[in-house]
Structures are given as C-alpha cells and as structure tokens.
C-alpha cells in the first residue's frame, strides 16, 4: 500500500461528505420540483454526487486539485436550483481549502524531516 499525502486524504474526506450532501441535495431539488424535468434534477444531482464520489482515487495525480477547485465551484453553483446549497457549499469550500493549506504544510514539513533524518540529523 502506498503512503497517499495528508493533502490527498484530507481533500478525500472532504469529497466524500460532500458527496452524501450533493445527493441530499438532489432529493430536496426533486421534492421542491426545482426544474420542471425530474430526470434533469436526477441526472445532475447523481451524476455529481458519483463524480465527487470516485474523485478521491483521482487525488494527487496531475490537475487533479485543479479540478477539485472546480468541482467546489459546482457544488456552490447548485445554490441557483437549491438555496441552501450556496451555504452548504461554501463550508465544504472552506473545508476544501483548509484540507489543502494544512495538508500541504503537512506534507512539506513530512519531507523536510525525511530529508533530515537521512543526513543523519535528530529523530
């Protein structure tokens, strides 16, 4: 098993979640009737929550925090059909950018020590 970075994991969890709400999302959207085809409120709102769902095993590879940006655009996008999501979705947003500050500091200072400790520094 390969050591995945604290970066990655943490925008996993958050994609994960997020996933759960966009479906919750989609339910409200139907009962609330927001787009007068039940098949368009159906497609968009599983069709993301499925997106955000597989996006973890994408995380860390090249242009994939770029599109995790654009994914949380999306997601706050949502609001236009379902007002709530505007709030829901700025606090997966901001646990999004939280998650990529912290685990990048994370991941530097991980690699700061590793290359420490191989010249022979302290443990």
Same mark, same amino acid.
């Given at each position: ?33 927001? @787009? /007068?085809? /039940? ?16 996006? /973890?095993?994408?995380?860390?590879? /090249? =242009?994939? @925090?770029?599109? %995790?940006?654009?994914?949380? %655009? !999306?997601?706050?996008?949502?609001? !236009? ?5 505007? =709030? ?12 990529? !500050?912290?685990?990048?500091? !994370? ?17």
């Amino acid at each position: 098993m390969r050591n995945r970075s604290t970066k990655a994991t943490l925008g996993s969890l958050v994609m994960v979640f997020q996933s759960v709400v966009v479906f919750f999302a989609t339910l409200v959207g139907f009962g609330l009737q927001v @787009y /007068p085809e /039940p098949a368009v409120i159906w497609g968009v709102g599983l069709g993301l929550a499925v997106i955000l769902m597989l996006f /973890p095993a994408f995380l860390g590879k /090249p =242009g994939s @925090y770029a599109l %995790g940006w654009i994914l949380q %655009g !999306i997601v706050v996008s949502l609001g !236009i059909w379902v007002p709530l999501m505007f =709030g829901l979705g700025a606090v997966f947003l901001a646990m999004w950018a939280w998650g990529m !500050i912290a685990g990048g500091t !994370i991941d530097k200072a991980r690699v700061a020590k590793s290359k420490l400790d191989s010249e022979g520094g302290t443990k």
